[in-house]
């Protein structure tokens, strides 16, 4: 028996963008590794500007895409490996998506609570509709919603947070191991969000489920995960506990994140649009993060960076110096004393 909940392999995901003859290709998942623990429940953030790959990468562990190369295992069996009902439904009653806009997830012509009842039965929770009845009123109590505030309601008649919080509940209903929430709070009201993630920890410990928390929002990432995976253009370039990762970051892309994100909800696209000739090259040899990189070394420019694993469970792709800490100091009085800090020897004096 696998000692993990979920296991990301070496995943690759590549659009063919254009026509067969003109068309290019892009590379919006490139080798990605993850896993989750299943001794306890934990909650892992992806988090990366816009067009990283994140939804991607979420939408292959839904099994909404398949990826171009590589597996995800849930509890050591290959989620691809077999089309049969049967095993789409057990997927499903383990895993279970919340996406990034309440209003689209619920359709205007119908009630909210006929999905928690449709999920109940399609999933086979509940026998009936009276007995699906016990499981929504519960599944709503533990976001703290009233069956009877909710029944015979159009989305219309709902707060984007009450909203959201009913599609909690329905992903609540099969009592998943894994949620995948896909920029949950990103839609709501900046006042309501830590209500919602607030509820997150809370489902956490109450029902021993892990989360996959994809976001764009540092802070909320670190107020609640466990993990953090920086995602920079398909690729994971740094992973860590949330404490490590941000509060002493390796990665030169980390270390601007943190730097330009100081609120809540606010996106990267602006600080950090990639130019067009990271655009041209995407199918490059080198470091993606090279043309950006305060730090680039003629290295980074020439070969691709190694996963570097640091101690206490991290991973860094990157040349940059595994004795990181000791110049952390200096890195808080000034940018200039960053290029003082020692690089990876790859045994060849390349740098
Ligand atoms: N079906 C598709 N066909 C072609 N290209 C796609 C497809 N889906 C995604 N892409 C491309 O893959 C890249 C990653 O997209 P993705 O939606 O995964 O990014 P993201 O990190 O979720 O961004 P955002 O923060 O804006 O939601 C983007 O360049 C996107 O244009
Ligand atoms: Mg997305």
Request: aromatic share 8%; net charge positive; hydrophobic share 40%.
């Amino acid at each position: 028996m696998s000692d993990h909940l979920l296991e990301v392999k070496d995943v690759t995901k590549v659009f063919r963008i254009g026509g067969l003859l003109f068309g290019t290709e892009l590379v919006a998942v490139d080798n990605v590794s993850l896993s989750l623990a299943k001794r306890a429940p934990s909650i892992l953030s992806i988090v990366g500007e816009s067009g990283s790959g994140k939804t991607t990468l979420a939408k292959i562990i839904l099994k909404l895409q398949e990826p171009t190369s590589g597996d995800v295992l849930l509890e050591g069996k290959s989620i691809f490996g077999c089309h049969l009902n049967r095993d789409r439904l057990a997927y499903y009653r383990a895993v279970q998506p919340i996406f990034q806009n309440p209003f689209e997830t619920f359709s205007m012509r119908k009630c909210v609570d006929s999905y928690l009842y449709d999920t109940a039965l399609n999933l086979k929770v509940a026998k009936g509709r009276k007995a699906a009845r016990d499981i929504v009123a519960d599944a709503l109590s533990s976001v703290g919603l009233d069956i009877k505030g909710v029944a015979g309601k159009y989305p219309n008649q709902f707060s984007g947070g009450e909203l959201q919080r009913i599609s909690v509940a329905r992903g609540l209903i099969p009592r998943p191991k894994l949620i995948i929430a896909d920029e949950p709070v990103s839609m709501i009201d900046a006042s309501l969000r830590m209500n919602i993630v607030n509820m997150f920890l809370s489902l956490k410990e109450k029902y021993n489920v892990s989360f996959i928390y994809i976001t764009h929002d540092l802070s909320t990432a670190y107020y609640l995960s466990d993990y953090v995976a920086i995602m920079y253009r398909g690729n994971i370039i740094e992973y860590g506990s949330s404490d490590q990762i941000l509060t002493n970051p390796i990665h030169p892309y980390t270390e601007l994140l943190l730097n330009s994100v100081p609120t809540i909800g606010k996106k990267w696209e602006r600080n950090l649009r990639l130019s067009n000739i990271e655009l041209r090259d995407d199918k490059n040899t080198a470091c993606k993060f090279a043309s950006r990189c305060p730090f680039v070394q003629p290295v980074c420019r020439q070969n691709k960076p190694p996963a570097v694993q640091v101690p206490g469970e991290r991973e860094v792709l990157c040349f940059k110096p595994v004795d990181y800490a000791l110049d952390r100091t200096t890195l808080d009085q000034g940018s200039e004393k960053l290029t003082t800090r020692r690089w990876i020897s790859l045994g060849d004096g390349s740098c």
